[in-house]
């Protein structure tokens, strides 16, 4: 089993910046493909950004690619999502999964409850 708890949400005007942060405890996050997704109101969830633990190999959403860096921080078990650039558009709920995918939902076993994201126009 693995335990994720995210952290770093909060409410931020356009163009402004936030860190995400993503803890894993239980088993360690070394066989897993990590990923971030969000869910804005009234929307499905979809995929943000995912980071391989085997290689950091990272693969990004068109629409957050050159905005958003996903990074990991193997001592402390954790891994990053610094957004900077912020659209009013990335307003959502932001949850963290671990699995063995990709970019789909259903590669994911393992999630977090979601820290909340608010850009103000």
């Known amino acids: 089993q693995v335990q994720l708890t995210e952290s770093g949400g909060g409410l931020v005007q356009a163009g402004g910046s936030l860190r995400l942060s993503c803890a894993a405890s239980?088993?360690?996050?070394?066989?897993?493909?990590t990923g971030w997704f969000r869910q804005a109101p009234g929307k499905e969830r979809e995929f943000v950004a995912v980071?391989?633990?085997?290689?950091?190999?990272?693969y990004y959403a068109d629409s957050v690619k050159g905005r958003f860096t996903i990074s990991r921080d193997n001592a402390e078990n954790t891994v990053y999502l610094q957004m900077n650039g912020l659209k009013p558009e990335d307003t959502a709920v932001y949850y963290c999964?671990?699995?063995?995918?990709?970019?789909?939902?259903?590669?994911?076993?393992?999630w977090g409850q979601g820290t909340q994201v608010t850009v103000s126009s």
């Open positions: 999964a671990a699995g063995f995918g990709w970019s789909k939902i259903s590669d994911y076993d393992y």
């Open positions: 980071i391989m633990w085997s290689d950091s190999s990272t």
């Open positions: 239980g088993r360690t996050f070394s066989s897993y493909a």
